[in-house]
């Protein structure tokens, strides 16, 4: 009989160790298939600006004029940008966009042309003036694929 309840305590300890080391190995498992499941990727904010717009500056002299604005970030954290049509290509002086709201200056045949507008979401309403004149500028941005 002794032997029989030191055989059965052995047994029990050895369950008890097993179904602890279980537990164990359950959490470690479940631990590892919580942190798994988070994405490990740090999420980047794409500035809505940055990129090539398809603008229509409309009713000119020279009819309505098909335009690329292409804008970017410089390395001191400013704006860039570039308006390029048929006529040309031109770097835009004092360029800002401030509350999804844009100024800048080009010049063509020796006058200035002011190029004002605002951003919605992936549209663009404004107008280039020059000449004494306003003339309507309305685009959306290119999707790069």
């Known amino acids: 009989m002794f032997q029989f309840l030191r ?3 052995f047994r029990l ?3 008890i160790i ?4 279980s537990q164990v190995f359950l959490g470690l498992i479940t631990l590892l298939i ?20 398809s603008l229509l500056i409309e009713d000119t002299p020279q ?11 410089m390395e001191d ?5 570039t308006l390029s049509s048929d006529m040309g290509s031109f770097e835009l002086d004092d360029f800002e966009i401030i509350e999804q709201k844009m ?4 010049y063509y045949q020796q006058i200035d042309f002011d190029v004002t507008g605002t951003f919605e979401d992936m549209s663009f309403k ?8 306003d003339f309507k500028a309305n685009g959306k941005k290119l999707i790069e694929e």
């Open 7 to 9: 055989v059965l305590y």
């Open 13 to 15: 300890n050895q369950t």
């Open 18 to 21: 097993y179904m602890k080391k």
């Open 34 to 53: 919580v942190f798994s499941c988070g994405s490990l990727k740090k999420t980047i904010k794409v500035d809505p600006y940055i990129g090539n717009w």
């Open 63 to 73: 009819g309505d004029i098909a335009t690329n604005l292409v804008i970017s970030m």
């Open 77 to 81: 954290g400013n704006y860039s940008g």
């Open 103 to 106: 100024l800048g200056t080009f």
């Open 126 to 133: 404004g107008y280039v003036s020059g000449m004494g004149e």
